[in-house]
């Protein structure tokens, strides 16, 4: 069983529609949550991140946590074009390690 | 400018035939990390660096070295490139002493590596 796991995608939303992208995980203990986005030809960024169960929101970003689960989502409202992109799960299983899963990739459809 | 600075963004090289990619960081992070992203497999950890002189490897550490002589840089050695080391390869450093305080790395912007 992988690590971090996410569909890979692709996903396409319609713009101005909500795009929900997922991650699960295997390790129990894992204590901190990170959502990246990478363009194509680019090194990803760090859009949000989460330590509790529960919704944490940021503009048109929502990060939701799911510790019983082991699940972790992202929701993007109001999709916009430049939304478009691969977004990356990561995980920290261990201090000093930060598993990523292998990337959604999203296209908003104009 | 704040920034990861990666050496060189593309090479193409020969089997056997040791490179260094060079990763220099302007922030004074503590945090140093090397990471290789390929399809499918996603972002997977090389080596990392806590601080000057301390190493650790990451996931998928064989074929590689890396040192921390200096807290600004931190070179990626591949002594006997091979062909399964083609890839592209992130550099990413972090304000904390650990990148999963706030999960904000740096990265800089990237190195394709093709081996023939």
């Known amino acids: 069983q992988k690590e971090v796991e996410q569909n890979s995608g692709p996903l396409s939303v319609p713009e101005g529609a909500i795009a929900s992208l997922n991650c699960t995980y295997s390790?129990?203990?894992?204590?901190?949550f990170f959502w990246y986005r990478q363009y194509s030809g680019k090194s990803p960024e760090l859009i949000m991140f989460i330590y509790s169960n529960g919704d944490k929101e940021d503009g048109r970003f929502t990060a939701q946590l799911n510790k019983a689960s082991q699940y972790v989502s992202l929701l993007i409202r109001d999709s916009q074009p430049s939304d478009s992109a691969t977004y990356l799960c990561?995980?920290?299983?261990?201090?000093?390690?930060?598993?990523f899963g292998t990337g959604t990739r999203l296209t908003i459809i104009p | 400018e704040a920034q990861v600075t990666q050496n060189p963004r593309y090479l193409i090289t020969v089997t056997g035939k040791k490179l260094t990619v060079t990763c220099s960081q302007n922030m004074n992070h503590e945090y140093m990390s090397w990471y290789r992203q390929d399809p499918g497999l996603g972002l997977r950890q090389i080596y990392y660096?806590?601080?000057?002189?301390?190493?650790d490897k990451g996931d998928v550490p064989e074929g590689y070295k890396v040192s921390r002589k200096e807290k600004r840089n931190f070179p990626l050695i591949l002594e006997s490139p091979s062909p399964n080391q083609t890839s592209l390869y992130f550099c990413?450093?972090?304000?904390?002493?650990?990148?999963?305080?706030?999960?904000?790395?740096?990265f800089g912007e990237g190195s394709r590596l093709t081996v023939l």
């Open positions: 990561a995980v920290s299983p261990l201090r000093e390690k930060l598993t």
């Open positions: 660096s806590m601080n000057v002189e301390v190493t």
């Open positions: 990413a450093s972090s304000p904390m002493g650990w990148a999963g305080d706030s999960g904000e790395l740096f």
């Open positions: 390790d129990r203990g894992s204590q901190s």
